[in-house]
């Protein structure tokens, strides 16, 4: 809300930033782009690899996109930053996702993510693999904070099956 208070004195208006900002919520829920790729991915994976999706944000907005979507059924569980009350980067949200997908202690896990700031820095800081999607097709720069180095990169949603070891052909798990 606070934004739209900001935003309506700048422009000198009168009016309540409350129904603004609550508008606004439920605007952001109403759709749900998809990245190319996303969904052959998480198709390629199920039933191979326990997936948790990780995501910031508001719970009404990010349940909608959700399930709009229809990515849900691809997925053991759900952790959305409201509801958990830490968000990324917090190493802790990164070992409650793995707990949820049945990550044993000491086991392996891998955390996809557009973010370098949240998704990459955040698995690592939690002793996780990252897997930084530069959906610019490297011609991104990527904000590097020092010592922050993604176990992989991918261009291509398509090339995350393979690093997992998971064939996109046959859906079985590889060794």
């Given at each position: ?10 422009l000198g ?40 999706l990780l ?102 949603l398509g ?17």
């Open positions: 809300m606070l934004r739209f208070e900001r935003l309506l004195n700048h208006q009168r009016r309540d930033a409350t129904a603004m900002s609550r508008a606004f919520v439920e605007e952001l829920g109403r759709s749900a782009l998809m990245v190319d790729g996303a969904e052959e991915m998480l198709s390629a994976l199920h039933g191979s690899v326990p997936m948790v995501t910031n944000g508001l719970s009404e907005v990010q349940r909608s996109r959700i399930g709009i979507s229809g990515i849900d059924r691809f997925f053991v569980d759900v952790v959305i930053s409201e509801e958990v009350g830490m968000q990324k980067p917090d190493p802790e949200i990164f070992h409650l996702a793995a707990a949820r997908a049945g990550a044993r202690a000491g086991g392996r896990v891998l955390m996809v993510g557009d973010s370098f700031s949240s998704d990459i820095a955040g698995s690592l800081a939690a002793g996780y693999d990252a897997c930084w999607f530069n959906e610019d097709h490297g011609h991104r720069r990527r904000p590097e904070p020092e010592g922050v180095v993604p176990t992989y990169t991918v261009t291509d090339q995350v099956p393979p690093i997992i070891g998971v064939c996109t052909k046959t859906g079985h798990a590889g060794g």
